[in-house]
């Protein structure tokens, strides 16, 4: 079967809204988010450590009130409920995402956590939230998925003046297994290529879109190495707009492509043998100044 859903190369050279149509429509993670609570568990540790760096630092500016950090694009919620667990008392989040079904799980997780997190249905690029509200804005595997204009634009009104805001991404793309697997996936998907773009798009195009307006941008890289499943493997995959996000594919034809998916990977690997998966996570943290933001 060959996927109507293609990613054109020229979606990802400039700022410019992704042009989605019926032949090339937008991953729906709303079809997902089952199976992305349970194959998407893994949280970059450094991330959380990064986020509390940047809440001691508005802390020791003499700010007394509690740190309000807004996430966009934030799925159901693992991380905004991650941050409200480990510095709850400290910190107000609000956690944004365009799909219900993505904002109504998050509601859950966190009810069900304990947790304190103001979910919002909403869209990146008008989130219709306050301007001058928010302290820390925080965007992971996401931001290629918005009008990244649009998007920065919002990201300026809401944030606060001398605050920051945070572009990371985190997921497994290096490796042998990656290698395999993306040669299965573009058999049926031929155009993917997202796992390049996310990639190396931070590198050229993320740093300079913030350059214009925004200072001290600090970039960060970290690796672990994970052992998974070949089913957890599987399971990860089909999470993501490869697969059954992209609205264009069948359950049937995803029950097929897992089946294959899994009998591939028996073959090049062994049977039940744990597979060994480079895990990236980056982070692209700024500041908007004083300065900027009394010019927007
Ligand atoms: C790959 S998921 C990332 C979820 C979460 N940040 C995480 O890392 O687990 C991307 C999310 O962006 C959301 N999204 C896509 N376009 C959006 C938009 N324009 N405004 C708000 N959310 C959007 C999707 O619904 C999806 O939940």
Redesign the pocket.
């Known amino acids: 079967m060959n996927s109507k859903y293609s990613f054109d190369n020229k979606l990802f050279n400039d700022t410019k809204a992704p042009n989605f149509s019926k032949e090339n429509p937008?991953?729906?993670?709303?079809r997902v988010?089952s199976k992305?609570l349970k194959y998407?568990k893994q949280?970059p540790e450094e991330f959380f450590k990064y986020i509390e760096t940047l809440i001691k630092q508005i802390e020791n500016s003499g700010n007394k009130k509690k740190i309000k950090i807004l996430?966009?694009?934030?799925?159901?919620?693992?991380?905004p409920i991650e941050i409200a667990k480990r510095f709850g008392s400290r910190v107000d989040i609000t956690a944004?995402?365009?799909?219900e079904?993505?904002i109504n799980t998050g509601e859950k997780l966190a009810n069900k956590a304990g947790v304190k997190v103001n979910f919002i249905k909403?869209?990146?690029?008008n989130?219709e939230l306050s301007s001058n509200s928010f302290d820390i804005v925080i965007?992971?595997?996401?931001w290629h998925?918005?009008?990244r204009k649009k998007?920065l634009e919002e990201v300026k009104r809401v944030l606060k003046p001398d605050r920051f805001f945070v572009i990371?991404?985190?997921g497994m793309f290096e490796g042998k297994v990656m290698y395999i697997t993306k040669g299965f996936i573009r058999k049926y998907n031929p155009t993917w290529n997202l796992i390049e773009k996310v990639k190396y798009l931070h590198k050229n195009e993320y740093i300079k879109q913030l350059k214009q307006d925004f200072s001290e941008i600090d970039l960060k890289v970290f690796y672990k190495n994970h052992k998974l499943t070949q089913e957890y493997w599987v399971g990860y995959i089909d999470?993501?707009?490869a697969v059954a996000?992209n609205p264009s594919f069948t359950k049937e034809f995803i029950q097929r492509f897992n089946k294959e998916h899994k009998e591939l990977l028996g073959k090049e690997f062994g049977k039940n043998q744990l597979l060994n998966i480079d895990y990236r996570c980056y982070i692209i943290s700024s500041k908007l100044s004083k300065k900027i933001k009394s010019r927007l």
Do not use: C, H, Q, V
């Not at 937008?26 to 709303?30: E, L, M, Q, S």
């Open positions: 937008k991953p729906d993670y709303g988010t992305y998407r949280l996430d966009i694009g934030t799925g159901p919620g693992l991380i944004l995402d365009i799909s079904n993505m909403g869209e990146a690029e989130t965007t992971i595997r996401a998925w918005f009008n998007a990371a991404s985190y999470t993501t707009s996000a």
